[in-house]
């Protein structure tokens, strides 16, 4: 069964914006962590940000600070990531994750769940 699902992702402009939404299992959603990571074909997988704690906690890859914000809704069990500057190189298949293992940076792609991605593309 999926217990993530991914959508939002696109085709947009230099400067664009895009908001990505995972939906979640009802008790996958109450994990510690979810996240979204990013990835290219050949590539290792990077994480794009994280919520934690209920979503009193979120913390962001440097390349994507002040530009992406996540978010939950909880009484949708959804996450998602606002891009908004999206530049060219924000282009990648775009993953949500849930259930971070125990002890692993929020970042760190070790996670329990993963979606099926979503691809975003970026043109200059």
């Known amino acids: 069964s999926q217990h993530l699902m991914e959508s939002g992702g696109g085709s947009v402009q230099a400067g664009g914006s895009l908001r990505l939404s995972c939906v979640a299992s009802?008790?996958?959603?109450?994990?510690?962590?979810m996240a979204w990571f990013r990835q290219a074909p050949g590539k290792e997988r990077e994480g794009v940000a994280a919520?934690?704690?209920?979503?009193?906690?979120?913390h962001y890859a440097d390349s994507v600070k002040g530009r992406f914000t996540i978010s939950q809704d909880n009484a949708k069990n959804t996450m998602y990531l606002q891009m908004n500057s999206l530049k060219p190189e924000d282009s990648f298949k775009y993953y949500c994750a849930a259930d971070r293992v125990t002890g692993a940076p929020p970042l760190a792609p070790r996670y329990t769940y993963w979606g099926q991605g979503t691809q975003v593309t970026v043109s200059s």
């Open positions: 919520i934690c704690s209920g979503g009193s906690t979120t």
């Open positions: 009802g008790h996958i959603y109450s994990s510690n962590c």
